[in-house]
């Protein structure tokens, strides 16, 4: 016979939220002619206010992906878009390289813009989306980043591995982005 101690605790656990409740709608990836894509669509489980504090709060990215080794803001722009370098391992396979990467990073209302600035990264092109906003207490983001690398990248690992990778990365950053947000 169970104790009702133990029950409770049975139905509480069955019944609770699970730790990170990321609920992804969709991710894609796309690798073409040197190119890279993804885009994610997902529901956090946090207030949008927090999740826009966590995606503003440039200086810790590097909590949210152990692959985000450096990240700061290193300057404004005459418009007053902050320069935000980042400093990113990126592996596929048997394939490292440290990343560096300067943006240039616009906020709107619930949505940051991000233009590669090609000069000062690693990166020929490339450019980032971040869309957020509340959907009953919950947060919808869409997340779109699109780049090529200035460096060369074997075709086994582009063809091979880096959606994977890919995918692998975008989804680790969001989850990390919803669990700060809750915590907040």
Request: charged share 25%; net charge neutral.
């Amino acid at each position: 016979m169970r104790s009702p101690c133990a029950t409770l605790l049975v139905a509480l656990a069955l019944g609770a939220p699970s730790a990170l409740a990321l609920e992804v709608v969709s991710l894609e990836t796309r690798v073409t002619d040197g190119g890279y894509r993804v885009m994610l669509e997902a529901l956090l489980d946090a207030p949008a206010e927090q999740v826009a504090r966590v995606l503003t709060d440039y200086a810790g990215y590097i909590a949210l992906d152990p692959r985000i080794r450096k990240s700061e803001v290193i300057g404004a722009t005459p418009a007053g878009d902050l320069l935000v370098h980042t400093r990113i391992v990126a592996c596929a396979a048997f394939f490292c390289r440290n990343v560096d990467r300067v943006e240039q990073v616009r906020r709107l209302e619930g949505r940051l813009l991000a233009d590669v600035v090609p000069e000062r990264s690693d990166l020929r092109w490339g450019w980032a989306s971040t869309d957020w906003s509340d959907v009953d207490g919950r947060t919808r983001v869409r997340y779109t980043a699109e780049f090529q690398p200035d460096f060369w990248v074997p075709a086994v690992v582009a063809r091979s591995y880096a959606s994977t990778t890919l995918k692998e990365s975008v989804l680790q950053l969001f989850r990390s982005v919803e669990e700060r947000s809750r915590v907040q």
